[in-house]
């Protein structure tokens, strides 16, 4: 199952100096609620992706802590302000800890 | 006879009474399940992240009016701020008052974000209004809520 699990970002990768890049990611994951039933009646365990990260060249742009509420599939999109080249790190972890990362270059004219 | 004959009566009676409250405790269990979180609970999730009174301001919330499927609704949220180090938000915790659980998300900022929006997707399993708070770097917070109706609730059963 988790094989499956893979982000998603787009990115703009040209930029000008200072402007706000719009990020959009989404996690193939099945952010299983914990809520749900299967059907022997027995609720199937939690299993969500409950954290996300997003760096810039090492420095910290913004992160997310996600409850049981966002979809399957979480779709995120935010901001980040581009002074230099760099690379965007974006990390996800899962309640198993289990996590994933994705790097993309974003160059500054 | 008679007498043994009416009190077998009077036994089922009582027990197809005593299986009916049953039923109803039973239901009133899972009504009382299904509608966990509260305004209240709400209120309660987000004053553990926002200490303070919220004023009404600066954060919106764009989500549809009516939303056919709870199970992904989109939403976006976000809060009007210049994000230079002197002033950014710091934090932005959203809610959903009708969920099994209040909570929905929360996101921290730094000023390297330029903009304080997010956009997710939320489920939503019944109508019912969304709550998100947002924290300044100075610590002042503020607050905003919206209500959407939810046609098919997505929480799963």
Same mark, same amino acid.
């Given at each position: 199952?988790?094989?499956?699990?893979?982000?998603?970002?787009?990115?703009?990768?040209?930029?000008?100096?200072?402007?706000?890049?719009?990020?959009?990611?989404?996690?193939?994951?099945?952010?299983?609620?914990?809520?749900?039933?299967?059907?022997?009646?027995?609720?199937?365990?939690?299993?969500?992706?409950?954290?996300?990260?997003?760096?810039?060249?090492?420095?910290?742009?913004?992160?997310?802590?996600?409850?049981?509420?966002?979809?399957?599939?979480?779709?995120?999109?935010?901001?980040?302000?581009?002074?230099?080249?760099?690379?965007?790190?974006?990390?996800?972890?899962?309640?198993?800890?289990?996590?994933?990362?994705?790097?993309?270059?974003?160059?500054?004219? | 006879?008679?007498?043994?004959?009416?009190?077998?009566?009077?036994?089922?009676?009582?027990?197809?009474?005593?299986?009916?409250?049953?039923?109803? %405790?039973?239901?009133?269990?899972?009504?009382?399940?299904?509608?966990?979180?509260?305004?209240?609970?709400?209120?309660?999730?987000?004053?553990?992240?926002?200490?303070?009174?919220?004023?009404?301001?600066?954060?919106?919330?764009?989500?549809?009016?009516?939303?056919?499927?709870?199970?992904?609704?989109?939403?976006?949220?976000?809060?009007?701020?210049?994000?230079?180090?002197?002033?950014?938000?710091?934090?932005?915790?959203?809610?959903?008052?009708?969920?099994?659980?209040?909570?929905?998300?929360?996101?921290?900022?730094?000023?390297?974000?330029?903009? %304080?929006?997010?956009?997710?997707?939320?489920?939503?399993?019944?109508?019912?209004?969304?709550?998100?708070?947002?924290?300044?770097?100075?610590?002042?917070?503020?607050?905003?809520?919206?209500?959407?109706?939810?046609?098919?609730?997505?929480?799963?059963?």
């Amino acid at each position: 199952m988790s094989e499956d699990i893979k982000p998603r970002v787009r990115v703009q990768t040209k930029a000008k100096k200072g402007e706000l890049v719009e990020v959009k990611t989404l996690v193939t994951h099945p952010m299983e609620s914990g809520q749900r039933k299967n059907a022997d009646g027995k609720l199937i365990p939690r299993l969500i992706v409950s954290a996300f990260d997003a760096t810039y060249n090492g420095k910290q742009v913004m992160s997310a802590k996600l409850e049981p509420a966002v979809s399957t599939n979480p779709y995120l999109s935010f901001f980040v302000r581009v002074d230099e080249s760099g690379t965007l790190k974006l990390t996800w972890t899962d309640d198993n800890k289990q996590s994933w990362t994705s790097e993309t270059k974003i160059e500054v004219a | 006879m008679t007498h043994s004959r009416s009190s077998t009566l009077g036994r089922r009676a009582a027990l197809a009474r005593a299986g009916g409250y049953g039923l109803a %405790a039973i239901a009133g269990v899972l009504a009382a399940r299904d509608a966990a979180a509260t305004p209240d609970s709400a209120r309660d999730w987000l004053s553990v992240f926002a200490k303070g009174s919220p004023q009404s301001g600066k954060v919106s919330i764009k989500a549809p009016e009516i939303a056919e499927n709870g199970n992904a609704v989109p939403v976006t949220v976000s809060v009007e701020s210049e994000m230079t180090e002197k002033s950014y938000v710091k934090a932005l915790h959203v809610a959903a008052d009708g969920n099994p659980n209040p909570g929905v998300a929360s996101y921290s900022f730094t000023p390297l974000a330029g903009k %304080a929006e997010v956009q997710l997707r939320v489920r939503l399993s019944q109508t019912q209004k969304l709550v998100a708070v947002a924290e300044m770097n100075d610590g002042a917070l503020f607050v905003v809520s919206r209500e959407v109706k939810v046609t098919i609730g997505g929480c799963g059963g």
